[in-house]
Protein backbone atom coordinates (compact mmCIF):
# COMPACT_ATOMS: atom_id res chain seq x y z
CA UNK A 1 0.00 0.00 0.00
CA UNK A 2 1.51 3.43 -0.94
CA UNK A 3 0.71 6.72 0.44
CA UNK A 4 -0.14 9.91 -0.79
CA UNK A 5 -0.14 12.92 0.98
CA UNK A 6 -1.37 16.26 -0.39
CA UNK A 7 -2.67 19.78 0.83
CA UNK A 8 0.61 21.55 2.39
CA UNK A 9 1.48 24.67 1.45
CA UNK A 10 2.17 28.02 2.67
CA UNK A 11 0.67 29.90 5.24
CA UNK A 12 0.81 32.68 7.33
CA UNK A 13 1.03 32.35 11.68
CA UNK A 14 -2.36 32.08 12.88
CA UNK A 15 -3.72 30.39 9.56
CA UNK A 16 -5.44 27.14 8.29
CA UNK A 17 -4.34 24.11 6.55
CA UNK A 18 -6.11 20.84 5.55
CA UNK A 19 -4.09 17.96 4.30
CA UNK A 20 -5.26 14.93 2.72
CA UNK A 21 -3.72 11.22 2.45
CA UNK A 22 -5.07 8.53 0.10
CA UNK A 23 -4.10 4.93 0.88
CA UNK A 24 -3.56 3.51 -2.78
CA UNK A 25 -3.08 0.07 -3.40
CA UNK A 26 -3.98 -3.80 -2.28
CA UNK A 27 -5.17 -3.69 1.14
CA UNK A 28 -5.88 -7.52 2.51
CA UNK A 29 -8.16 -6.17 5.31
CA UNK A 30 -10.30 -3.58 5.29
CA UNK A 31 -9.16 -0.27 5.52
CA UNK A 32 -11.74 0.75 8.60
CA UNK A 33 -9.93 -1.89 10.45
CA UNK A 34 -6.78 -0.16 10.10
CA UNK A 35 -5.31 2.47 12.57
CA UNK A 36 -4.04 5.68 10.83
CA UNK A 37 -1.95 8.43 11.98
CA UNK A 38 -0.34 11.74 10.57
CA UNK A 39 3.36 12.19 10.99
CA UNK A 40 6.01 15.16 10.31
CA UNK A 41 9.64 15.65 9.80
CA UNK A 42 11.14 19.20 10.35
CA UNK A 43 14.67 20.25 9.10
CA UNK A 44 17.17 17.68 11.43
CA UNK A 45 14.67 16.76 13.43
CA UNK A 46 13.04 13.10 13.03
CA UNK A 47 10.42 12.10 12.12
CA UNK A 48 7.71 12.65 14.97
CA UNK A 49 3.88 10.97 15.50
CA UNK A 50 1.03 13.75 15.71
CA UNK A 51 -2.41 12.39 15.49
CA UNK A 52 -3.82 9.04 15.40
CA UNK A 53 -7.41 7.91 14.54
CA UNK A 54 -8.35 4.45 15.62
CA UNK A 55 -11.01 2.31 13.74
CA UNK A 56 -13.98 3.27 16.17
CA UNK A 57 -13.17 7.23 15.51
CA UNK A 58 -10.91 7.46 18.98
CA UNK A 59 -7.75 10.24 18.55
CA UNK A 60 -4.41 10.67 20.13
CA UNK A 61 -2.31 14.07 19.59
CA UNK A 62 1.11 14.95 20.57
CA UNK A 63 0.83 17.99 23.10
CA UNK A 64 2.23 20.17 20.49
CA UNK A 65 -0.93 19.97 18.21
CA UNK A 66 -3.53 19.43 20.51
CA UNK A 67 -6.36 21.69 20.60
CA UNK A 68 -5.42 22.87 17.28
CA UNK A 69 -5.45 20.03 14.61
CA UNK A 70 -8.26 17.54 14.00
CA UNK A 71 -7.84 14.27 12.40
CA UNK A 72 -10.60 12.62 10.65
CA UNK A 73 -11.17 9.42 7.73
CA UNK A 74 -13.80 8.31 5.36
CA UNK A 75 -12.97 4.92 4.64
CA UNK A 76 -15.65 4.58 1.82
CA UNK A 77 -12.69 6.41 -0.25
CA UNK A 78 -9.31 5.02 1.66
CA UNK A 79 -8.74 8.27 2.61
CA UNK A 80 -7.87 10.26 6.11
CA UNK A 81 -7.58 14.11 6.54
CA UNK A 82 -5.54 16.63 8.96
CA UNK A 83 -7.45 20.03 9.80
CA UNK A 84 -4.75 22.31 10.87
CA UNK A 85 -5.70 25.89 12.58
CA UNK A 86 -3.63 28.40 14.30
CA UNK A 87 -0.93 27.30 12.48
CA UNK A 88 3.00 28.36 13.74
CA UNK A 89 6.23 28.53 12.86
CA UNK A 90 7.05 25.48 14.64
CA UNK A 91 4.98 23.81 12.45
CA UNK A 92 7.08 23.80 9.40
CA UNK A 93 7.39 20.74 8.36
CA UNK A 94 6.94 17.61 6.01
CA UNK A 95 3.66 16.00 6.71
CA UNK A 96 3.36 12.29 5.99
CA UNK A 97 0.81 9.69 6.78
CA UNK A 98 1.00 5.99 7.79
CA UNK A 99 -0.34 3.37 9.76
CA UNK A 100 0.03 3.64 13.51
CA UNK A 101 2.77 0.61 13.00
CA UNK A 102 4.10 2.03 9.96
CA UNK A 103 3.84 -0.83 7.98
CA UNK A 104 2.60 0.97 4.67
CA UNK A 105 4.91 2.24 1.75
CA UNK A 106 5.80 6.04 2.98
CA UNK A 107 4.70 8.81 0.96
CA UNK A 108 6.90 11.60 -0.84
CA UNK A 109 5.11 14.20 2.04
CA UNK A 110 3.46 17.08 1.66
CA UNK A 111 5.34 20.25 2.63
CA UNK A 112 4.12 23.23 5.29
CA UNK A 113 5.61 26.36 6.01
CA UNK A 114 4.56 28.96 8.41
CA UNK A 115 6.80 31.61 8.29
CA UNK A 116 8.15 33.30 11.66
Known amino acids: VQMVESGGGLVQGGGSLRLSCLAR???????????MAWYRQAPGNQRELIAV???????NYADSVKGRFTISRLNARRMFYLNMENLKPEDTAVYYC????????WGQGTQVTVPS
Open 98 to 105: NRDDKTWS
Open 25 to 35: GSILSDFSGNA
Open 53 to 59: IRPGGST
